[in-house]
């Protein structure tokens, strides 16, 4: 089945890390995915990773992917003001003609406050 | 600023107007897309483009009716809408091919149905 599912609230102190977590249903997704949306604009690809990986880094960004668990999660270390924002999961569906289906989530809000 | 432009920002319209939503890529990308982001619920593909061919509709009524001339615009058209039509109609644009397939997103227009 489509379904990607995560928490809908995080909040953090500024400086902690944040850890949001995914869950994904389609064990046949190939590559998946970390958004960002600030307020009032669209969607910010913040990162990806492939399904034969287990972990990525990037900065202060780390993608861990449990497979057999179908579980993902996007770590922020040292979280700032500004990483305040919804972050949406999202799984590449199979391709179908010519294109790739991207299936999100609900978004996790993160709020860090001072 | 992502290269993918929308226009308007804000609409409010009636039932029973006829609008049009208007999407520019500066990115020579060939697909294009809808989807609409209401609160608290996933982000709901609406329409996929590809050189121009329609290649996905996910089941959204027949009171929006999309339309691409060129692989460089899109329009959502708009007719007797209801209340609950009201969203975030979010516009993205991709290449046909890539190993990633980043979704490049536009800022969205802020759509209420009065």
């Known amino acids: 089945g489509e379904d990607v599912e995560q928490s809908l609230f995080l909040s953090v102190r500024e400086g902690d890390s944040s850890v949001i977590n995914c869950t994904y249903t389609?064990?046949?997704?190939?590559?998946l995915y970390w958004y960002k949306q600030e307020p009032g604009a669209g969607l910010q690809l913040l990162t990806y990773?492939?399904?034969?990986?287990d972990m990525k880094q990037d900065q202060r960004l780390t993608v861990l992917l449990n497979k057999k668990d179908k579980h993902l999660s996007l770590r922020i270390a040292d979280t700032q003001t500004g990483d305040s924002a919804i972050y949406f999961c999202?799984?590449?569906?199979?391709?179908?003609?010519?294109?790739?289906?991207?299936?999100f989530g609900t978004g996790t809000r993160l709020q860090v406050f001072p | 600023e992502t290269g993918v432009t929308q226009t308007p920002r804000h609409l409010v319209m009636g039932m029973t107007n006829k609008k049009s939503l208007k999407c520019e890529q500066h990115?020579?990308?060939?697909?294009m897309y809808w989807y609409k982001q209401s609160a608290k619920k996933p982000l709901e593909l609406m329409f996929v483009?590809?050189?121009?061919?329609?290649?996905e509709n996910n089941s959204v009524p027949s009171r929006f009716s999309p339309e691409c001339p060129n692989s460089s615009h899109l329009f959502l058209h708009l007719h007797t809408l209801q209340p609950e039509d009201s969203a975030l109609y979010l516009c993205?644009?991709?290449?046909?091919?890539?190993?990633?397939?980043?979704?490049?997103f536009g800022p969205g227009t802020r759509l209420t149905v009065l």
């Open positions: 993205a644009s991709s290449p046909t091919s890539g190993r990633y397939n980043e979704q490049f």
């Open positions: 389609d064990s046949s997704s190939t590559y």
């Open positions: 990773i492939f399904s034969n990986m």
């Open positions: 999202a799984e590449r569906a199979p391709p179908s003609y010519n294109t790739d289906k991207l299936i």
């Open positions: 990115l020579g990308h060939n697909a």
């Open positions: 483009y590809n050189f121009k061919e329609q290649t």
